[in-house]
């Protein structure tokens, strides 16, 4: 479902998490400190009862870099996956014995 989409405006983290993962960008409306932890998924805070005026000027600034904004998070992805990998290579690779 979210393949469809450029960007995803939200306010459960799961969902931005979602369309992160397949490297679309999102904006997550914060209404407590939970919704914090979607800036670990590259998105973009929008603290409940914004008004709709600077509402709307982040909607565009997102949404005009949306392409650069996937890339970058499909980078970080990768370079996440990299340090994931190496470090559990290390902790099997050291618990090995000969």
């Known amino acids: 479902m979210y393949s469809r989409y450029d960007l995803v ?3 459960r983290v799961h969902g931005i998490g979602i369309a992160a993962s397949q490297g679309i960008p ?3 409306v914060v209404h407590d400190l939970r919704g914090e932890t979607a800036r670990g ?3 973009q805070l929008l603290q409940a009862g914004t008004p709709i005026d600077e509402a709307l000027r982040l909607f565009d600034a997102v949404g005009t870099r949306h392409a650069a904004l996937s890339g970058d998070i499909v ?3 990768r ?3 990299a340090i994931y990998t190496s470090l559990l290579q290390k902790s099997l690779l050291g618990g090995v014995s000969g």
Request: glycine share 20%; with cysteine; net charge negative.
């Open 9 to 11: 405006v939200g306010h």
């Open 26 to 28: 999102g904006i997550c």
């Open 79 to 81: 370079q996440v996956e």
């Open 41 to 43: 998924f590259g998105a």
């Open 75 to 77: 980078e970080h992805k």
